[in-house]
């Protein structure tokens, strides 16, 4: 039916949308910490300690949590 399939439609926006957002919230971390370690020098503690100082003010906190973690391991 009509109302289904537009029903089905609006979930799979809401759905892209939520992917798009947590997309630009990862590219923004990521590009933040290759700026800061890459083009201006700064050490990656340093850096590190930048993106905890701005999580949750210019980044998702959730996103720089993992972002650090996976640092941690490398």
């Known amino acids: 039916s009509t109302a289904v399939s537009s029903a089905v439609v609006a979930?799979?926006?809401a759905e892209?949308?939520?992917?798009?957002?947590?997309?630009t919230e990862i590219v923004a971390?990521?590009?933040a910490y290759d700026a800061m370690?890459?083009?201006k020098g700064m050490p990656v503690r340093e850096a590190m300690a930048e993106l905890k100082?701005?999580?949750g003010a210019q980044f998702d906190?959730?996103?720089v949590k993992v972002f650090l973690a996976l640092l941690e391991e490398v």
């Not at 892209?16 to 997309?23: E, K, S, W």
């Open 29 to 31: 971390v990521a590009d």
């Open 53 to 55: 100082r701005e999580a």
């Open 61 to 63: 906190p959730r996103i």
């Open 11 to 13: 979930a799979s926006s």
């Open 16 to 23: 892209t949308g939520a992917l798009l957002t947590a997309i």
């Open 37 to 39: 370690v890459s083009r």
